[in-house]
């Protein structure tokens, strides 16, 4: 089964642009700040908000002892600050129906 194609970055716009009646420019403006936002948020407040889809979150992740796979020697993974997206429930439930 071959890869779905996923939607660009014009495309999306493209897409907005017809459902909302403005013009191109205007939607990648929006999108574009959208992004900004998110990302200035995340950083200053350690999480963000996407309305109906999830949650961007700061997650500080400790120092630890891990294995290189090649020889099997031991070797320290210094800690490190990661980004995650926790999907909201609803976005979940919408593609993936649980099997109750």
């Given at each position: 089964m071959a890869p779905k194609k996923l939607m660009t970055k014009g495309q999306i716009?493209?897409?907005?642009?017809?459902?909302?009646?403005?013009?191109?420019?205007?939607?990648?403006?929006?999108?574009d700040e959208y992004a900004a936002l998110a990302i200035a948020?995340?950083?200053?407040k350690g999480a963000f908000v996407l309305p109906g889809i999830g949650k961007s979150v700061l997650v500080k992740r400790k120092a630890?002892?891990?294995?290189?796979?090649?020889?099997?020697?031991?070797?320290?993974?210094?800690a490190k600050t990661i980004v995650?997206?926790?999907?909201?429930?609803?976005?979940?439930?919408?593609?993936?129906?649980?099997?109750?």
């Open positions: 716009v493209a897409h907005f642009a017809g459902e909302f009646e403005i013009s191109k420019k205007a939607a990648a403006c929006m999108i948020e995340t950083k200053k630890r002892t891990g294995r290189n796979p090649a020889t099997g020697e031991a070797i320290n993974i210094p995650k997206i926790r999907p909201a429930k609803a976005f979940k439930e919408a593609i993936v129906p649980s099997k109750k």
